[in-house]
């Protein structure tokens, strides 16, 4: 059983208390990578249907404590796309391999990197906010959040450049994607990623997105998260090229 293997669990464990932290609002889009990293011990797919039961629970504690600050303005922007982009998911998942997917999240956890190193976003500050943009970023949110539980830094490229106070934002991130990964319930069930197993799994880890959701909470003004960052962005640089090449290798290559 995976539940029992050690290896499974630390990696598991690992992945869904970052998950918790982003929610908290202390990691931002850093929580991106849980599903990369369960990689490491799961396909792709059956790592994201496990993680969704978990991320909501996680999004419930998110939304309760910022239930008063967020900014209906950019939901209502970006919240039409995101159902437009989880409808494309749903289409497209059965035409997607899981080396795909695999080499999808690689490259998707490769340009948030980019993004986060390069002063791309500074460019896009002070800019009025655009409708059609903010539509656009949802929709790709929404397809990546279905694929892979990978919609952070869509949300952010749109969400950051309006210079929200954090609390605003967190709150704004909490409930967009409470709202999409609802919204992915249904598609999910018919695709057969919620089962007795994964929810078995979920089970399992919804306590500890809960913790990691609670200490976040606790630390988020509390901390200086700067050196975290600088070796965290490393860590999610190495295993970005690994998913790239093993999705690759899979797809080009049939190893």
């Known amino acids: 059983m995976p539940m029992l293997d050690p290896y499974f669990v630390t990696i598991a464990v690992i992945a869904v208390l970052i998950v918790g932290l982003s929610k908290s609002g202390l990691l931002g889009s850093l929580g991106m ?3 990369p990293l369960l990689t490491l011990v799961m396909p792709a797919r059956e790592a994201a249907g496990m993680m969704l039961p978990v991320l909501l629970a996680m999004d419930a504690i998110a939304v309760y404590t910022y239930r008063k600050e967020f900014d209906w303005r950019i939901l209502s922007i970006m919240l039409p796309g995101a159902a437009v982009g989880t409808l494309a998911g749903w289409a497209l998942w059965a035409f997607v391999s899981d080396d795909a997917v695999l ?9 948030f990197v980019l993004d986060a190193m390069l002063p791309l976003r500074k460019k896009l500050e002070g800019l009025p906010p655009s409708r059609p943009w903010g539509t656009f970023w949802g929709g790709f949110a929404g397809f990546t959040s279905f694929i892979s539980h990978t919609g952070g830094p869509p949300f952010q490229i749109y969400a950051l450049p309006q210079r929200l106070p954090p609390a605003i934002y967190a709150g704004t991130s909490a409930v967009f994607f409470a709202m999409v990964n609802t919204a992915k319930l249904i598609p999910y069930f018919f695709l057969g990623q919620l089962n007795v197993h994964s929810l078995e799994l979920s089970a399992m880890l ?9 200490i976040g909470i606790f630390l988020v003004r509390r901390i200086s998260v700067k050196l975290f960052y600088h070796l965290a962005y490393w860590l999610v640089f190495v295993l970005a090229l ?3 090449w093993d999705g690759a290798r899979g797809m080009f290559f049939g190893l």
């Open 242 to 244: 690994k998913l790239v």
């Open 33 to 35: 990578v849980g599903v």
């Open 103 to 111: 080499l999808f999240v690689g490259i998707i956890t490769l340009l």
């Open 206 to 214: 919804i306590p500890v997105g809960i913790v990691g959701v609670l």
